[in-house]
Each structure stands twice: as structure tokens, then as C-alpha cells.
């Protein structure tokens, strides 16, 4: 694996750690300020940090726990550009009762001020 593909592995385990531990504001830092997205939470584009953090708050609401992760992480490399795509699960836990969500993601990410920042996320649920 090499340097720049372990940069992205590392960026995408950081954010499913800072999700587990609710610290959303820190994900955000690894988007760009002018990024565009598709959420699983909703219909419409996302083109705001503001309505990221929302679908983020979305899931982390459903539950008395909640516990995100990804697997089967690819990484490709377009020189400064780059794609991570990923299968992902969300697991809520309310009483005593638990259901798992699934779906798959990617990230497109931008070498912008020598800093690999998501400028593009597309979330949808599995059918």
C-alpha cells in the first residue's frame, strides 16, 4: 500500500472512530468547504457542512446506542483526485431492541493545499 493510499485508509477509520464517539464536528474538518453529497437520510443534495452534520445527528438520534463501521475499503488514485468505496453498517440499539442499517458509500476526495479533503460523498441504504 502506498503513502497516499494509506492516508485515505487512515482519513476514512478516523471518521467511523470520531462517529462511534459522537465528535462530529471533527469529521467535518475532513471535508471541503465547498463539497456536495447524497445522503441515505434524505432525498435531496447536500451541498453544506451544516446539512452534513445533520444527517450525521440523524442516526446518532435513532438510538440509545448507536455504532457505525465500514468494510471492504478500496481506494483509487487519479493524482490528485481520489475515490474510496466502502460498504457500511449501522447498528441501533433502543431498549432493548436492535436493528442494523446497511449500505454502501464512497468518497471523492481533492488534494487541496497539500491536504486530502472529501469533496464529493454519495451514502445510499442497500436495497
Known amino acids: 500500500m502506498d503513502s497516499i493510499e494509506r492516508a485515505l485508509v487512515d482519513i476514512e477509520k478516523s471518521m467511523v472512530k ?6 462530529i464536528d471533527k469529521i467535518l474538518k475532513f471535508f471541503s468547504e465547498n463539497f456536495v453529497g447524497f445522503s441515505s437520510t434524505q432525498h435531496n443534495r447536500l451541498t453544506k ?3 452534513l452534520k445533520k444527517t450525521f445527528l440523524y442516526y446518532l438520534a435513532e438510538g440509545d446506542k448507536v455504532k457505525f463501521g465500514i468494510k471492504n475499503l478500496k481506494v483509487k488514485i487519479y493524482g490528485e ?47
Open 18 to 23: 470520531l462517529f462511534n464517539k459522537k465528535e
Open 49 to 51: 457542512l451544516s446539512q
Open 81 to 127: 483526485l481520489a475515490l474510496t468505496t466502502f460498504y457500511w453498517d449501522v447498528e441501533i440499539q433502543k431498549k432493548n431492541k436492535s436493528k442494523v442499517i446497511d449500505g454502501r458509500g464512497s468518497h471523492l476526495f481533492l488534494l487541496i493545499d497539500s491536504q486530502w479533503k472529501i469533496v464529493h460523498e454519495h451514502f445510499s441504504k442497500a436495497h
